[in-house]
């Protein structure tokens, strides 16, 4: 088993920089549907704790809403486009299984998935 590197304060105070920029990584999913890309937000801890409010249809339509920066579902052009308001109108744009499958790829992007933390073993003398 590869040994993993131990922490240290000077290594976070090296990559300060790099870590404060993460709030504003982003990512490019593709959605089979509209067969193009759209480009994913990390959110901030309020907005994992907002949609956490909500209940589960609430917390995807949310999460989407709040995290999807291109296209950006918020425009009013595109909302009247789509005679939808808010929320409504990735109902109308996006497939359910794709909201909730965009929402759950925000969701790891946040570090909430299952592979970004795992037990380092201690080695037995």
């Not at 949310?62 to 009013?76: G, I, M, Q, R, S």
């Amino acid at each position: 088993m590869e040994a993993k590197k131990k922490l240290s304060i000077s290594d976070l105070i090296s990559n300060a920089e790099k870590i404060k920029g993460k709030k504003t990584e982003t990512r490019e999913l593709y959605v089979k549907s509209l067969d193009a890309t759209v480009t994913i937000t990390k959110p901030s801890r309020a907005i994992i704790l907002d949609s956490n409010d909500l209940g589960n249809e609430g917390a995807n339509l949310f999460l989407v809403y709040e995290c999807v920066t291109e296209p950006n579902f918020k425009d009013a052009t595109l909302q009247k486009a789509f005679d939808a308001t808010g929320y409504e109108v990735l109902n109308q744009i996006l497939d359910p299984g794709e909201i909730d499958n965009i929402a759950k790829e925000i969701i790891n992007f946040a570090g909430y998935g299952k592979d970004y933390v795992s037990i380092v073993e201690a080695v037995k003398n």
